[in-house]
């Protein structure tokens, strides 16, 4: 073999070897990546099964609609419908799914978990909603769309009110301009409660 074939050999080789290497680290990444999200989500529903408990002790006290929504939820109906959002929506904190009844949650948003409270109890009212007012086609989940946010409103804005009761937020202890925005929203939809 000439000098110029162990060459063309010798540069296959590596080449081949870089490659397999490069494929390797791919595949490592997104399996850590994948073992991250894994892990992000699992934090997110413990915080979120704490949100669930915390509500659950103060259920004597609930409104009407606060407390239809918190039986929904008891029921066991998001049973299995808890997924996350879809990477590309960032800024999205929660939102639901009026056909599959399901909520979408986004792990990479850290929240103090009083603030989860009224996120999480407005998404779920919406399927709750949904549940006792079933709709077949798209008109008339349109006739319906008010209705439902009206509801989720209601939920969203007594749940921050009964846990603001119960678990007072210090806007000086909220870690984020985010939750800090969130914080004077609820604040602000519930009367200047805080």
Known sequence: MSGFSKRKLLVLLLLI????????????LQQQAKEKEAEQIKTLLVEINGVINLMDAVKSEMPKELLET????????????????????????????????????????????????????????????HSKNPVITFEEFETQLFNSENY???????????????????????????????????NGEAGGLC
């Open 152 to 186: 989720a409103y209601s939920v969203q804005s007594q749940a921050f009110v009964l846990a603001w009761r119960h678990y007072p937020i210090n806007r000086e202890e909220l870690k984020t301009e985010f939750e800090r925005k969130l914080f004077d929203n609820y």
């Open 17 to 28: 070897i870089l490659i397999i290497g490069a494929v390797s680290i791919y595949f490592y």
């Open 70 to 129: 918190h039986e929904y939820l008891m029921s066991g109906a998001l049973g299995g419908k808890l997924y996350r959002t879809d990477p590309k929506l960032k800024d999205q904190i929660m939102y639901h799914g009026a056909k599959t009844q399901s909520v979408y949650i986004n792990p990479d948003i850290k929240l103090k978990k009083e603030l989860w409270i009224p996120v999480f109890y407005h998404e779920v009212a919406h399927n709750c909603w």
